[in-house]
């Protein structure tokens, strides 16, 4: 079983500052996905990297898949309350795609 | 366009109890896929099915059991309720096909007493 570890398990910082979120795994990953679950909602895909080395950005957010393709990492600048949320990295495997979530990272951004 | 949902939206059993779940797919997709997630952690695949038929299952004991219908909907049944089953069921769909996106509804909250 492929497992994925995120850390840290919980961030509460305030609106302005910077923070990054990692992912780990002892697997090599064809690819990996970032989530942001709200409460109250599903999982919202942000992101799929699938190079070894990418670096993707969505506004604020800056992904980065390892080297080996075994870790990824989020990046957040300036966080804003809107932030707020469960962060989560997922592998696709099988050939019907099955999606292997991670640990989950709670991120709370406080105005 | 409608996103995928769910019912009901909140649900509480007793143990030993049977519990039905539905779900809704995004218009024109064929593959709907299951996930509890219990709180704290991220989701735990249960099931996918695509066409009618299961195409995955993940590690959950035969309590568990899905179906989809021609019109692509989706129900999971879970049988003789533990505690344990207490967690957020969420359902995902996506176009047949590898790499294509799962959307996911809000999930069901189910509550074992």
């Known amino acids: 079983t492929q497992l994925l570890e995120q850390s840290p398990q919980f961030l509460s910082i305030q609106e302005g500052e910077n923070l990054t979120v990692y992912c780990n795994s002892s697997?090599?990953?064809?690819?990996l996905q970032w989530y942001r679950q709200e409460p109250g909602e599903g999982p919202v895909l942000l992101v799929t990297?699938?190079?070894?080395?990418e670096v993707k950005k969505l506004k604020r957010l800056t992904f980065q898949f390892g080297d080996a393709r075994k870790d990824s990492s989020l990046h957040i600048t300036a966080a804003q309350p809107g932030d707020t949320g469960l962060y989560l990295c997922?592998?696709?495997?099988?050939?019907?795609?099955?999606?292997?979530f991670g640990t989950g990272t709670k991120l709370q951004v406080i105005p | 366009d409608a996103g995928v949902t769910q019912s009901p939206t909140h649900l509480i059993k007793t143990r030993g109890q049977q519990v039905t779940l539905r779900c809704s797919p995004i218009?024109?997709?064929?593959?709907v896929s299951w996930y509890q997630q219990v709180l704290g952690q991220g989701p735990q695949f249960i099931f996918q099915?695509?066409?009618?038929?299961?195409?995955g299952r993940g590690n959950f004991p035969d309590r568990f059991s899905a179906r989809q219908f021609p019109n692509y909907s989706s129900e999971l049944n879970v049988n003789a309720l533990l505690l344990g089953d207490s967690a957020l069921y969420l359902c995902?769909?996506?176009?047949?096909?590898?790499?294509?996106?799962?959307?996911f509804g809000p999930g069901t909250r189910l509550t074992v007493l």
């Open positions: 995902a769909s996506s176009l047949a096909g590898r790499n294509n996106e799962q959307f």
């Open positions: 697997s090599v990953f064809s690819s």
């Open positions: 990297v699938v190079t070894g080395g």
């Open positions: 997922a592998t696709l495997s099988g050939g019907y795609q099955k999606v292997t």
């Open positions: 218009s024109g997709h064929k593959s």
């Open positions: 099915y695509y066409e009618k038929e299961e195409r």
